[in-house]
């Protein structure tokens, strides 16, 4: 589960970038430090320590706009954003169940004003 899909959602970060029009080794170069400074922290830290990101910090309005970006690439990048949101508020979280329930009303709000 780590090691092949950490290096998917490197990959689906790399093409995110290279379709806002990043060149492809510039994006690579943008997100490997991100990504070796979390894992270096979860190592020294922790989980919780090491967790960054606006879901971290509580930030919905973040998550949603960045999910309603998402919409423009395939449906496997929103639902992959979306499920690892999910994920990581059950593991992550201090309160899974608050965090869950605020990101389910987020994500539901979104999906009310797209109708």
Known sequence: MA???VLAVEEAATQLLVSLGMKRGEAIRALLPLSRQVLENFERL???AAWTGP???GDYQVVRAHSDVLRELPSEFRDAYEALNRLAARVLSQDSAGMLA???KSLWIRNQKQK
């Open 55 to 57: 879901l971290s910090r």
């Open 46 to 48: 922790g989980p919780r």
């Open 3 to 5: 090691a092949g899909h």
């Open 102 to 104: 605020e990101l389910e």
